[in-house]
């Protein structure tokens, strides 16, 4: 038997593509028992996980299930070749291969209020996680890190998310805001060979703990990024999430960010973090508005939040947006508005091009210049920097990465 949490469900031309990550039970037996202890080792080795994608057409294509799967629950998995009446569904072992298997498969409910249920819930969170204060996060997002002029940078990951906030003179990151990129299904779509720049020590700020907000930092991409801070957000983690968070934690690098009830907002020389008001894992991560006075430049990066959970104090006078979730389709969640005296209002899509969600949506899409936003730039046509007039020039002159902008 299998544990798998519902990372995404997303509806793709009348198909629901339901997505979980998922660990073997045996695995987690010892863990299990005594949650609170688990969070003092480094579990990056304690347990093997993967993914798993069901397409089904309606819910009662899933036989047995009580109810309709749900975003951010845990689940029952068995995985049964032999018997073809169960659902198919394709198996993922590598974060960083779209190499798939056909499996057959069968999903049971878990009830929250029983024992057993709330232990799976408690280990794969970051209760017993010591959290940062104020003072320590602001310090890590500011302290001698000051550029005279910087520029935005959204980067191309393929299907995911990674940005950061640049040096003008030398384009080198000043602090990252997501460290992702296309993963799993959509590993294809991740641009090969991308090497990142730490020259300045950067912090990494995580929007939310999907995997394609930080799956840059695995084992064969740039898994140096694990030796700089991570300010993270407080929520509930899958099990792959809780391996990456423990390996942090024991490198002394995961910084938690408290709770919105604690901590709503860090304002910072180039901007403000803050938390988004939602509660899933997308809606209830940290936003980013990033603004220069000599640019005369504000940009909001929602990450995967909808707009309507993001404050409205971060979302008036926009000359730019990164669309949220790979402008993937939302219905009834409109784009703020484009500043009007501006000319050209920039809408940035960060997505891989034939991703298996099909993001951006069709709906979405064009519908943002309703809201005043005239230029389009799609990630995956390479790197795009904003705040800027002409391609800044690289440090380096990629010989040790790639983050030359070649799109303004
Ligand atoms: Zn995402
Ligand atoms: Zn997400």
Redesign the pocket.
Known sequence: MFLGYVDQIERVDNMFYIVFDVVSEHQLKKLLEDPVSAKQINLSDAYSTFCLMLKVHKWSDVPALQREIEIDRWYKIEINDSESNLVNAIRYDDMNSNNGVDVNVQIYFLDKRVNSTKNIYHLFSLNDFPKSNENELTNLLTQNRFASKTFLAVYNVGQGNCSAVCNSLNSSPIVYYDFGGGCYSNAHTYPSGQQYCFTNNPPIVLS?W?N??WSSANHLRSPWAKNYPWIVPDQPLNATQLKFASELAFLGNLYIWPRISTLKLIRTGYGAFFYCDGTS??DSGLGFLYSSEQEDIRALLPG?AAYKYINSRFKNDLSSIVAS?HGGNRRLDPPPFARSTQSNTNIVYPYGLHNSYGHPGVLRFGEHVHFGWNKDIHTYKGHVGLGISSLPPIGCSTNYCDLRIVQI
């Open positions: 939310h999907d394609d907000h894992k997308n995967d979730h």
